[in-house]
């Protein structure tokens, strides 16, 4: 489930201040301690998980505030 793959890779590149596990889809990563250095890595190692790229118009804070924003971009960028 794409949702599970995005948690793992957030657990190991995110740097959060709490366990991935007890955030839900729409919880603010950043007031949980994302920070911009940090969504830099985890947008790396997305593309990488997922065989993507992110666009210029994607490279924002929104793309990367929630567990949700991250699997919306993702599915926009995967669909066939």
Not at 20 to 28: E, F, H, R, T
Not at 45 to 65: D, N, S, Y
Request: net charge negative; proline share 2%; hydrophobic share 45%.
């Amino acid at each position: 489930m794409v949702e599970d793959e995005i948690r793992a890779v957030l657990a190991d590149h995110g740097r959060l201040s709490v366990d991935v596990g007890a955030l839900a889809g729409g919880d603010d990563l950043y007031r949980n301690g994302l920070t911009s250095h940090a969504s830099v890595d985890l947008m790396l190692a997305l593309e990488e998980q997922f065989g993507i790229e992110f666009p210029p118009h994607m490279l924002r804070k929104a793309t990367f505030q929630s567990i949700e924003s991250i699997q919306s971009a993702i599915a926009e960028l995967t669909k066939a």
